[in-house]
Structure formats: structure tokens, C-alpha cells
């Protein structure tokens, strides 16, 4: 049922990954009430979500829920459909492991939790500087869709609002993993892995990893990531 007050409830997105286990200790640290929500939507490195529940436990959110829908029905991505390999070296243009409408759809379940419990903010750790080329990652996505939440809810409707939060959305990675340590992130609980086997160890070669990699190379500080193999 709908909660009774509005004081400092927010929805974050918890992917289980590096960039949304920080998202999720800004929130904390921000004084809000964090309900913490993960999809289930199709993707093969399902060890994420375990690492979601172990993140959402371990830095204090409310309640944490997994939702489901069905991406790997209409395919189209390296990480929902099995055939496609995922790339392990860089290359040109939007990467196959983009997956169609995912933060279309993970931000609309978001939105919608968040007017059930009269939440004031839905917070994700999408980011635009460290990231694969994914439009769905950009300032102008995120701009966008609180405008979609601001025409198409009934809180927006009536004035109350709902804010979307991205605040990672310029950080470096070496910048959001510092900020991740300062408030008291174990690293060694998320999973990043784009195709981590199912105890969650990463494969080292994919673009997440190494992205990962590299940013806690840049902050100075030792990677905690449990690689299923070494990486060089």
C-alpha cells in the first residue's frame, strides 16, 4: 500500500556493479530512506544480482526488490542473447552489449515504485565519461525522462514532483570509486563482469572490466575484483 509521508524516500536503480553500489551509498549518505530496486531482464551475467542483495544489505537500504521483464524476447544485445558474443577489445560505434530500451524500462519500473511509496527521488548510476558509447547513458537521456515523469505521473500532475538523480553522470571512474571508499563501499561485493560465471567472477577482458580496471589503477588504490582468470 502507498506510504503515509513523503520525508526523503528514494528509489535507487541497484545493478549490482561498481557505479550503482556508489550511487547507492551517496543516497544513504544524502539522508534519504533508499528502497533499492534490481531487474531481472533476461541478462546473462545474472551473478549481478546477487551482488545487488549482498550491496543493498551491506550499505543499509530499506528494502530490496528484483523485478522482472523479458529483453532477451526481443534480443538484439551480446548480454541477452547468447549467440552474440561479447566484444573483449575496444571498437568503433555503439558496442553489441548495448541492450535496447534497458534504462527506458529499468527507469520506468523505478518511477513507478517510487509514486507507489511517494517517494521524492528515483537515483541512478548511469554515467557518461567512463562508459561504452550507450545513448542511454547520456545527460540529455536522464533530462529527458524526468520530463516523461514530470507529464506522465500522477505526482507530477498534481505538483509534487519526482526528481531523477544521475550523479555520476560527469565523474571519472577514478573519481567515483574514490568517492565510493570515502563512504565506506566494499568494492569486493559488486560485480561488474559483462559475462562473470555464476560465483561472480569476472573475465577481466570485456569493456566493463576494463573500465573497472583502470579505474581503480587510476585512484591508486588495489583492485578487489575476483577474476576467474589472470589478467595481464
Known amino acids: 500500500?502507498?506510504?503515509?509521508?513523503?520525508?526523503?524516500?528514494?528509489?535507487?536503480?541497484?545493478?549490482?556493479?561498481?557505479?550503482?553500489?556508489?550511487?547507492?551509498?551517496?543516497?544513504?549518505?544524502?539522508?534519504?530512506?533508499?528502497?533499492?530496486?534490481?531487474?531481472?531482464?533476461?541478462?546473462?551475467?545474472?551473478?549481478?544480482?546477487?551482488?545487488?542483495?549482498?550491496?543493498?544489505a551491506a550499505l543499509g537500504a530499506r528494502e530490496h526488490r528484483v523485478m522482472g521483464v523479458d529483453l532477451a524476447g526481443i534480443g538484439g544485445s551480446s548480454l541477452t542473447d547468447l549467440s552474440l558474443p561479447v566484444p573483449e577489445t575496444p571498437g568503433e560505434g555503439i558496442p553489441s552489449t548495448y541492450v535496447p530500451a534497458r534504462n527506458t524500462l529499468l527507469l520506468a519500473l523505478a518511477i513507478g515504485w517510487a509514486e507507489v511509496l511517494e517517494a521524492e527521488a528515483v537515483v541512478v548510476g548511469v554515467n557518461a565519461v567512463d562508459y561504452s558509447g550507450y545513448p542511454d547513458c547520456r545527460p540529455e537521456f536522464i533530462a529527458a525522462f524526468q520530463e516523461v515523469a514530470r507529464l506522465g505521473t500522477r505526482a507530477g500532475v498534481e505538483g509534487r514532483g519526482l526528481r531523477l538523480l544521475a550523479p555520476l553522470s560527469t565523474m571519472s571512474k577514478r573519481a567515483i570509486i574514490e568517492t565510493g571508499l570515502r563512504l565506506g563501499v566494499d568494492y569486493a561485493l559488486t560485480v561488474s563482469c559483462y559475462q562473470a560465471d555464476a560465483d561472480g567472477a569476472a573475465c577481466g577482458r570485456c569493456d566493463s572490466c576494463r573500465l573497472r580496471r583502470e579505474g581503480f589503477t587510476a585512484a591508486g588504490v588495489p583492485d578487489p575484483t575476483h577474476y576467474r582468470r589472470a589478467v595481464v
Open 1 to 56: 500500500m502507498p506510504a503515509t509521508t513523503t520525508a526523503r524516500r528514494a528509489v535507487v536503480l541497484v545493478s549490482g556493479g561498481l557505479d550503482s553500489a556508489t550511487v547507492l551509498a551517496m543516497a544513504v549518505e544524502a539522508g534519504y530512506d533508499v528502497h533499492a530496486l534490481s531487474v531481472q531482464y533476461g541478462q546473462r551475467h545474472s551473478a549481478e544480482l546477487a551482488a545487488a542483495a549482498r550491496v543493498a
